[in-house]
């Protein structure tokens, strides 16, 4: 098969090599226009990243050994009902996002601290407010919940934690 598609690859069957095209006028408004399309699509989704417009920012709710959640700022309460009240804030192990968790439903072996009840994991902006997660973040937060989720025994029953250290 012949591979002389002028941008800049060689031939496996004949040798010939060529230098790579310019692209044609046609082309390159196609490509601005493409790039001018992405740039208001950006533009879009960080728009609606932020509660500006009543839109409820996009939070995570686990619980150790069960699928994670993707829930909004207004369902946040159902899973955890200290959320906005005593909640403990901290940074989320291994990502740049907060957790919330009960304070009653952490413990700790030595220096080792365990959750074992259900948490709220989400971004904030340089002011505090909650903003949405990216895809970017739910895909790391599940790596993070995978990669942490461990089993304790308590008289010879199994119960899954997420380690905070």
Not at 10 to 31: F, L, N, V, Y
Not at 34 to 44: A, Q, S
Request: with cysteine.
């Amino acid at each position: 098969m012949c591979y002389r598609n002028g941008y800049g690859h060689t031939c496996d069957c004949c040798g010939k090599s060529e230098e790579p095209r310019k692209m044609s006028q046609r082309e390159m408004a196609q490509a601005q226009a493409v790039m001018e399309f992405l740039k208001i699509w950006n533009e879009m989704i960080s728009a609606v990243r932020y509660d500006d417009e009543g839109q409820m920012p996009f939070m995570i709710a686990i619980t150790p050994g069960e699928p994670m959640k993707v829930i909004t700022e207004d369902q946040a309460e159902e899973f955890l009902p200290c959320f906005g009240d005593d909640e403990v804030i901290e940074i989320a192990p291994d990502l740049d996002l907060v957790i919330s968790y009960d304070r009653q439903l952490l413990f700790k072996i030595g220096e080792q601290k365990y959750l074992d009840g259900p948490a709220l994991i989400y971004a904030v902006d340089e002011e505090g407010d909650i903003i949405s997660l990216t895809a970017s973040d739910i895909y790391l937060t599940q790596q993070m919940i995978e990669k942490r989720t461990m089993y304790v025994e308590e008289e010879d029953e199994k119960m899954p934690v997420l380690s905070l250290n």
